[in-house]
């Protein structure tokens, strides 16, 4: 599930008539630089979210194989909506990914796949320590200790690629909220693991990421 709903409300200008996922690195739409990690491990749905300006998106993925569902008439945030499609994912565990960030180096997706052990997590983030960023400026997300289980701190961000079972969905009230509430849990249980990215991530939720991020590929 690619996650391009958001209304990209950092990118000021850019997002006036389109939305995030559409903003171009070195020429290609991001959603289109994520798609490219996605359809190389050949998943059987590839499925985006929309809501800000659905329809931009529409055309642009029209005659692709990938499927969409809009987010109407409120947007329905990370857990909201990968509730919302789970209609058209089952109850098998999903691939998530954020359409706003650059990656370079080993196939995020492929990683999280090969180290992915249902009996003992409920998720698995791939994660970036903090000097292979580009374009971030906090202190990380969380912290990864020797057996890959996580724990809210400071080192490693979250890369926007996951593997998450989806059970703990329809437990929750609310129609938007998000997989924080999720994350929050499975970390009570000491069920959510992450992995650190051996390459190197751009966050391009601003505009600078964007000149950031073709560096980032040009080197």
């Known amino acids: ?100 960030a650059i990656w370079q180096g080993p196939n995020p997706i492929q990683l999280a796949l090969d180290a992915w052990k249902p009996d003992h997590m409920d998720a698995i983030l791939i994660c970036v320590p903090i000097p292979q960023t580009v374009g971030y400026s906090g202190t990380g997300d ?29 437990l929750v009230k609310e129609t938007a909220f998000s997989l924080n509430i999720i994350w929050n849990q499975m970390l009570q249980e000491k069920r959510l693991f992450g992995l650190n990215y051996t390459g190197n991530w751009c966050d391009v939720g601003h505009p600078d990421g964007i000149k950031m991020a073709e560096d980032m590929l040009n080197v």
């Open 142 to 170: 969380f912290a990864i200790d020797s057996e890959g289980r996580l724990s809210r701190g400071s080192g490693s961000v979250y890369g926007g690629v996951q593997i998450i079972k989806t059970d703990r969905l329809a």
């Open 1 to 100: 599930m690619l996650f391009a709903a958001g209304f990209g409300t950092r990118m000021k200008h850019l997002t006036a008539n389109q939305p995030k996922p559409l903003v171009r690195v070195s020429g290609k739409a991001l959603i289109d630089h994520s798609l490219e990690i996605a359809r190389a491990v050949k998943p059987e749905i590839i499925l985006a979210n929309l809501h800000y300006l659905p329809h931009t998106l529409v055309d642009h993925l029209a005659g692709s194989e990938v499927q969409t569902i809009i987010e109407t008439p409120d947007i329905l945030e990370t857990g909201g909506g990968l509730r919302n499609a789970l209609p058209i994912f089952g109850e098998a565990p999903v691939v998530t990914m954020n359409t706003d």
